[in-house]
C-alpha cells in the first residue's frame, strides 16, 4: 500500500468519535504495543516496513463506524473477530480482498 493510503486512514481513525486501539506487525516480524494515538504515533517511522495493521473495535457501534470509514477509503483488508486487518503488503500467493 503506498503512503497516500496510509495517511488516508491515518485521517480516518484520527477522526472517529472514539479513536480505535491500533497494532502494526512489520515485515521484519515486530508486532508493536496498542496504541490509540493516530495523529502522530502512527506515522512515525514511516509507513514502508508495515505488513499489516490490526485496528479494534470495542463493540458493534464502534465497528460499523469503523467499517464505514474503512469502505469510503478502500482498502486491502479483512474482518477479524477483534476487528479489522489492513494489509500493507500480501503473501506471495495470498489474494487480498478490500474493505
Known amino acids: 500500500m503506498n503512503n497516500t493510503k496510509w495517511d488516508e486512514l491515518r485521517s480516518a481513525m484520527h477522526a472517529l468519535d472514539r479513536r480505535p486501539l491500533w497494532r502494526c506487525k512489520d515485515v521484519n516480524g515486530h508486532y508493536s504495543d496498542g496504541d490509540r494515538e493516530w495523529f502522530h504515533h502512527f506515522r ?56
Open 44 to 99: 512515525l517511522g514511516g509507513y514502508a516496513s508495515i505488513f499489516y495493521v490490526d485496528i479494534t473495535a470495542e463493540d458493534p457501534a464502534h465497528r460499523e463506524a469503523i467499517r464505514a470509514a474503512l469502505k469510503a477509503i478502500h482498502l486491502p483488508g479483512e474482518e477479524t473477530e477483534a476487528g479489522f486487518r489492513v494489509f500493507g503488503y500480501g503473501e506471495k500467493g495470498q489474494t487480498l480482498d478490500y474493505l
